[in-house]
T-cell receptor, first 114, second 111 residues
Framework: GENVEQHPSTLSVQEGDSAVIKCTYSDSASNYFPWYKQELGKRPQLIIDIRSNVGEKKDQRIAVTLNKTAKHFSLHITETQPEDSAVYFCAASPPPGNTGKLIFGQGTTLQVKP | NAGVTQTPKFRVLKTGQSMTLLCAQDMNHEYMYWYRQDPGMGLRLIHYSVGEGTTAKGEVPDGYNVSRLKKQNFLLGLESAAPSQTSVYFC??????????FGPGTRLTVL
């Protein structure tokens, strides 16, 4: 089955710096890749997603890139702010595509220092 | 709209006891999912449902059962709880091949 690896497990940056989190997946037939943010004690919430027919997607300070050949995708956060501090999860949606199920990475704890 | 709700929020069980976690959604979503979250292991899919009356196994189904008798509800059962099932349980729903909306979670401790 699908396996998603996420790195690094922890990331500490200064406010204003950029942060990059990387994920690899094993099933080349996976075709949907969301990123979720989970603040301490809260539920995960979608922040951005990308489908396999797109190489890059941006939404203000966050962007996701997808390399299907290498089977990896990355989350980029620019001009980080203290409120970006949270745990970030990547995920992949393996076939069959009509289930909508997601396989998640292990998570990255991002700390933004003021 | 309440979105996705979970009952209870917290529960402590003794080894061997049984319990049922209830997930309810008011977004008319076809798809529903149960995950467990453990430190350093992300969210792992336990069981899921693609519609009323259907269920399927996820990554870690052993020790759990589910039922989807009504479209808006998805129940997760533990027949004989074990300490290894101590975790935070999240329910989620979606309209299919897109965003999953998560409930607030249930923190379960098995002694």
């Amino acid at each position: 089955g699908e396996n998603v690896e996420q790195h690094p497990s922890t990331l500490s940056v200064q406010e204003g710096d950029s942060a990059v989190i990387k994920c690899t997946y094993s099933d080349s037939a996976s075709n949907y890749f969301p990123w979720y943010k989970q603040e301490l004690g809260k539920r995960p919430q979608l922040i951005i997603d990308i489908r396999s027919n797109v190489g890059e997607k941006k939404d203000q300070r966050i962007a996701v890139t997808l390399n299907k050949t290498a089977k990896h995708f990355s989350l980029h956060i620019t001009e980080t702010q203290p409120e970006d501090s949270a745990v970030y999860f990547c995920a992949a949606s393996p076939p069959p595509g009509n289930t909508g199920k997601l396989i998640f990475g292990q998570g990255t704890t991002l700390q933004v220092k003021p | 709209n309440a979105g996705v709700t979970q009952t209870p929020k917290f529960r402590v069980l003794k080894t061997g006891q049984s319990m049922t976690l209830l997930c309810a959604q008011d977004m008319n979503h076809e798809y529903m999912y149960w995950y467990r979250q453990d430190p350093g292991m992300g969210l792992r899919l336990i069981h899921y449902s693609v519609g009323e009356g259907t269920t399927a196994k996820g990554e870690v189904p052993d020790g759990y059962n589910v039922s989807r008798l009504k479209k808006q509800n998805f129940l997760l059962g533990l027949e004989s709880a074990a300490p290894s099932q101590t975790s935070v349980y999240f329910c989620a729903s979606s309209s299919g091949f897109n965003e999953q909306f998560f409930g607030p979670g249930t923190r379960l401790t098995v002694l």
